[in-house]
């Protein structure tokens, strides 16, 4: 196969996350594997060679769901290591695992992360690119922190990690022009408010070149191309007016009886209720991004995902907002955490400048007699109880690591890497955990960090931001960087800049987990080569009337791609429904032998501070229950 893979290559290839083969046998993601045209642009620095599920990662992982280990073979190699506790994964929930172990069970106890990535973080990852000399930093996933209110156990946790300030200041605008209104993440949307933001529409409003309509909030969305009846409904959201002698109060706490009406319909009825909106109306204008918080559209999605977030009740600011972001998302917050718990991994004092300014020592990580390691590109593959779990007085260990499994023991473990790989690791969970987790629905996402030399094409519209209802991704936001100490400390038009496109895959009417399958499948199947193609093309299509060229303007893509970036919860995830309990609480309520489970899936909403506080719950469990 020597020519390049092209897109028609793949077509039909929408079943691959359940296992389909195609043709020969052999799945897109095989065929992409001959010259690796999936993984693609790694960008630069500590971070290139692990930009989202890269094809090693991924093709590690599907020996998992291919069961390609099971049974184990015989030539399985003997480690020799004992711990105390081995924790499977090192996304934010395994690194606060490790550190709530390492600090509530004593200096004594020894522990072990598992990481598949060749770095820590999990989706709490960045990208680096060097553009005409300056690195820029973007998100691979992971991205926001709130402030919380200072004597919370959640402000404790990031003062004790080395988050002192967590108020971030950010850039100044700087230049001759005239200032425009910048986000501090990809998501605020800044410039609605101020008239500095614009709608597309292109052909799927009968507008064959496209049309932009600029501040659509102040001009009532005159203009778009679009019928009366949709124009006075949207713009009826756009403006947060519900539908007179519609009172709606929000959930005050979790499984209070708003929250449990909402969990029994769909974000969709509930936008129409409120809003006064017709289906067409939610699907045409509002998926996927609302809802995008959970992976998928609000058809498929319980309404209460929309308020679970609400329930840590951030610290509120009617000023500037809760809303905080480092460059690199909350892979900030990873490094802190790294350092806090081996102190030798990264140089310097432990602030923020210091893990964002130095580089990982990788050696530290893993450094044999440790008290704390942790050990990257390892693939747990089983987990399982040295006989009854009941009566087990360890747990065996085996991950897969450069085409090799290795053995280790345990006398306890924590299950930190999500539902879609814990289901098939854990090999003698109990038929009920089984069932719940059958229930735990994930969905894809691909971030797509856009390098341009500048960003005058916008500003010469008059906008930091904008939205689009066809083609590549929903939406685009200039924003201004939240200084680490390596940022430059102003911005303007003429700046460097990174523009995040957050692509969803959603297809309204389909049921919850068909869509996650078939998104998987169309996200998988296609190259790097395309889908940089495809950015191109709808950047072109968009901002050359603004003078934007994609040969010039673009210095670099970098794709992250998330083939389970989202648990995406369906009506009766938080609260159950039929009178059966809720599936989460299956898992929460106590550990299984000597096996707890973590990660912010367990919470139904995806957000760091529920992988804090899943990994405070499933360690305490652990300390409490089995190892007293």
Not at 52 to 65: D, F, K, P, W
Not at 179 to 190: D, F, H, K
């Given at each position: 196969m020597d020519s390049p893979i092209t897109r028609r290559d793949f077509l039909g290839s929408t079943l691959l996350a359940s296992g389909a083969v195609l043709l020969s046998g052999a799945t897109p993601t095989q065929l992409l594997a001959e010259k690796d045209e999936f993984t693609g642009y790694g960008g630069v620095g500590e971070?290139?060679?692990?930009?989202?599920?890269?094809?090693?990662?991924?093709?590690?992982?599907?020996?998992?769901?291919?069961?390609?280990?099971?049974p184990l073979p015989k030539d399985v190699i003997e480690t020799g290591e004992t711990y105390d506790c081995v924790i499977v994964g090192g996304g934010i929930s395994g690194l606060a695992a490790a550190l709530f172990f390492q600090r509530q069970a004593g200096p004594q106890m020894k522990c072990l992360v598992l990481e598949n990535h060749p770095i820590f973080g999990g989706e709490a990852k960045q990208n680096e690119f060097l553009v005409d000399?300056?690195?820029?930093?973007?998100?691979?996933?992971?991205?926001?922190?709130?402030?919380?209110?200072?004597?919370?156990?959640?402000?404790?946790?990031?003062?004790?990690?080395?988050?002192?300030?967590?108020?971030?200041?950010?850039?100044?605008?700087?230049?001759?022009?005239?200032?425009?209104?910048?986000?501090?993440?990809?998501?605020?949307?800044?410039?609605?408010?101020?008239?500095?933001?614009?709608?597309?529409?292109?052909?799927?409003?009968?507008?064959?070149?496209?049309?932009?309509?600029?501040?659509?909030?102040?001009?009532?969305?005159?203009?778009?191309?679009?019928?009366?009846?949709?124009?006075?409904?949207?713009?009826?959201?756009?403006?947060?007016?519900?539908?007179?002698?519609?009172?709606?109060?929000?959930?005050k706490v979790e499984g209070d009886a708003i929250s449990r009406y909402l969990d029994s319909i769909t974000l969709e009825q509930h936008y129409m209720e409120r809003f006064g909106l017709s289906q067409e109306t939610v699907r045409t204008f509002l998926s996927p991004v609302e809802g995008g918080g959970s992976g998928l559209g609000p058809d498929a999605l319980s309404a209460y995902s929309d308020y679970a977030f609400e329930m840590l009740h951030p610290l509120a600011d009617e000023t500037e907002g809760t809303d905080q972001m480092f460059p690199g998302g909350n892979a900030t917050i990873a490094r802190l955490m790294v350092k806090s718990l081996i102190p030798a991994a990264i140089d310097g004092e432990d602030d923020v400048e210091a893990v964002c300014r130095n580089r990982v020592n990788f050696p530290a990580l893993d450094a044999v007699g440790a008290a704390a390691r942790i050990r990257l590109a390892s693939t747990a593959i089983a987990v399982q109880h040295d006989g009854d779990a009941s009566k087990a007085d360890a747990v065996t260990i085996v991950y897969l690591r450069s085409g090799k499994l290795y053995r280790v023991k345990a006398r306890s473990a924590v299950m930190a890497g999500g539902s879609w790989t814990t289901r098939h690791i854990a090999s003698d969970l109990p038929e009920a955990y089984r069932q719940a987790y059958a229930q735990f629905y994930r969905s894809p996402c691909m971030m797509a960090n856009v390098a341009v030399r500048n960003w005058r094409f916008l500003y010469r519209m008059g906008m930091s931001g904008c939205r689009w209802f066809e083609g590549f991704g929903n939406y685009v936001e200039v924003r201004k960087l939240a200084l680490t100490g390596i940022e430059p400390p102003t911005i303007s038009p003429d700046s460097p800049v990174v523009l995040s496109l957050k692509v969803l895959y959603s297809y309204p009417g389909e049921p919850t987990e068909a869509q996650g399958n078939r998104g998987r499948g169309e996200m998988l199947a296609t190259s790097f080569k395309d889908y940089e193609t495809q950015i191109r093309q709808q950047f072109t299509q968009m901002f050359a009337g603004s003078g934007f060229d994609a040969q010039r303007d673009i210095a670099g893509i970098i794709l992250n791609r998330w083939g389970h970036a989202y648990l995406s919860p369906q009506p009766g995830f938080f609260f159950g429904r039929d009178g059966k309990p809720a599936p989460r609480e299956t898992l929460r309520r106590a550990p299984f032998g000597r096996i707890a489970f973590a990660n912010t899936d367990l919470a139904g909403a995806m957000d760091h501070r529920f992988s804090i506080l899943e990994a405070k719950r499933a360690v305490e469990q652990l300390l409490d229950q089995v190892l007293t």
């Open positions: 971070y290139s060679n692990s930009n989202g599920n890269t094809l090693e990662v991924l093709q590690a992982g599907h020996t998992i769901r291919d069961r390609i280990y099971d000399g300056r690195r820029l930093i973007a998100h691979q996933g992971s991205a926001i922190y709130q402030l919380q209110y200072p004597y919370s156990f959640l402000a404790h946790f990031y003062d004790s990690i080395g988050l002192k300030t967590p108020r971030l200041t950010y850039q100044k605008w700087a230049g001759p022009q005239p200032e425009l209104e910048l986000s501090r993440t990809p998501y605020e949307a800044a410039g609605m408010e101020h008239g500095q933001y614009g709608f597309w529409f292109g052909a799927k409003f009968g507008q064959k070149a496209g049309t932009w309509l600029i501040d659509p909030l102040g001009k009532n969305l005159e203009g778009a191309p679009v019928s009366a009846s949709a124009r006075a409904q949207w713009l009826r959201w756009l403006k947060g007016v519900p539908v007179e002698q519609k009172s709606f109060v929000h959930p």
